[in-house]
Structures are given as structure tokens and as C-alpha cells.
């Protein structure tokens, strides 16, 4: 059994003031999506500038904030949203929330822009996995989320999870979503690709990861199982999402259409 560090959540206090470990992880994913993004259209030769870049970003982090929270409350804890409407504010963050918000994030941009939608999702999948394994770091930093019980060498003692040792799936989930994920999507995206496979391949990639580990995260308690006895509420949200990566795949190929390059 492997020893959780308790790293205390709070990366700098001053006074009334504190900072926390996953605001900063957010940052960081934030600011290395933009430098990522920035390389990625330099060197496919996109028509994007500075400062389109910039406002891309700045929607897409809205899209994040606004959607995990309403994610959050929508899919997993309703019911207490509305014993507690505070929840909007200060509750807790979903993936599919706000990746339903950056979806609408992309829309609105590429509207405002007058640019075809998956040409501007085609340059965010690439880089959004970074911006995922920073905040599963920071789930792990704050002791939340955690895995099943596990007789496994590198089990760990969450606080407030009990004595025994659970499955690290925070970092489980960094290393799919956060490295592995990336450099999927990344690799295949250094090479002129159709419109949409890329969020394509980035979407089916990420349900498949997320459907196997939710095997190993423990269900949410108020929720728990929500078919078979074994399928959790995350897994359930996974599948529409992997099929439609799929489709993404196979009509981009089919339609073979290849975002236009930038002119000299």
C-alpha cells in the first residue's frame, strides 16, 4: 500500500485570500491549450491569429466553467441543487458538463466568426487533454474522487474515504486522459486530416478511457449504480459519446473535406 501525501489543497493563503491547487491546475491547462494550440496552427498552417486564438480560448474556458457546474448539477446531484441553489456557485465541476459547454463555446465562435464549426473544433481536440490531466491532478491533490477498495500494491487511504486502500483513479485518469489521450489525438493531428475526425478521434478515445476506468472510480454514493448493477452514471454518459466519435470518423473520411490553409 502506497501512502496518500495529504498535500493541503490550499497552494497559498494570505489572509482572508486562498489559493487553491485545482484553481492553479485549471490555469495551467488553460495556459498550456493555448501554447499548444498556438504551435498546432503554425504548424498545419491554419488561418487563425493571435487573436483569434485568444477569444477561442477565453470562450472555451467560459464554456468549461459554466458548463462543468451546470454538468454537475444537471447529471449527477439535482436533487440537491435544488435543496441548495448555492450549488451553481460553489458546487463541484463535470466533464461532460463542460464539454458540452465547449461544444457550445465552438458554436458561438465560429458563428461570431463566420467559420465552419469543426474547423475550430478540429484545433481545440488536440490540445484539450492537457486541460484534463491537470484537473484530475488537482482531484487527486484534493482527496476527492477516488477509486474502489483494492488489495492492489499501490492502494491509498483517502481522507474521508474510510481505512482502507483504494484504487489511485485520479491518477489513473491523468495518465489516460492527461499523456496517453493527448499524444493520441496530438500525433494524429500532425497530419493534414478531413474535417471532424479529429474531435472524432479525440472523442471516442476519451469515452473509451473513461468507460474502462470508471471500473476501478467509485460510483458516486447517492447515485451508485445506474444499470446491470455495474454500469455507473459516467459510463452511461460515455456511450452516446463514443458512438458519435465514430460517426465523426467515418463521415469525415467519407465526406473528405480538409480545412482550408492559411494564405500567403
Known sequence: ????????????????????WYGIMYLIGFAAAWFLAKYHIKRR???FTADDLADLVFYCA??????GRLGSILFYNFEGFLENPRMLIFGGMSFHGGFIGVMAAIGVFAWRRSRKYFEVADIVAPVVAIGLGAGRMGNFINGELWGRTTDVPWGMVFPHAGAEPRHPSQLYQFFLEGI?????????????????????????????QRFIVEFFR?????????????????????IPMILTGLFLIWYGYKRGVF??????
Open 1 to 20: 500500500m502506497l501512502q496518500y501525501p495529504n498535500i493541503d489543497p490550499v497552494a497559498i493563503s494570505i489572509g482572508p485570500i486562498a489559493i487553491h
Open 45 to 47: 498552417g491554419l488561418p
Open 62 to 67: 467560459i464554456g468549461v466553467i459554466v458548463g
Open 180 to 208: 496517453v489521450l493527448f499524444l493520441i489525438v496530438w500525433i494524429f493531428a500532425g497530419k493534414s486530416r478531413p474535417l471532424m475526425t479529429i474531435s472524432g478521434l479525440f472523442v471516442v478515445v476519451y469515452g473509451c
Open 218 to 238: 467509485q460510483p458516486d454514493e447517492h447515485i451508485g449504480f445506474v444499470a446491470f448493477d455495474w454500469m455507473t452514471r459516467g459510463q452511461m454518459l460515455t
Open 259 to 264: 480545412p482550408a490553409a492559411q494564405s500567403t
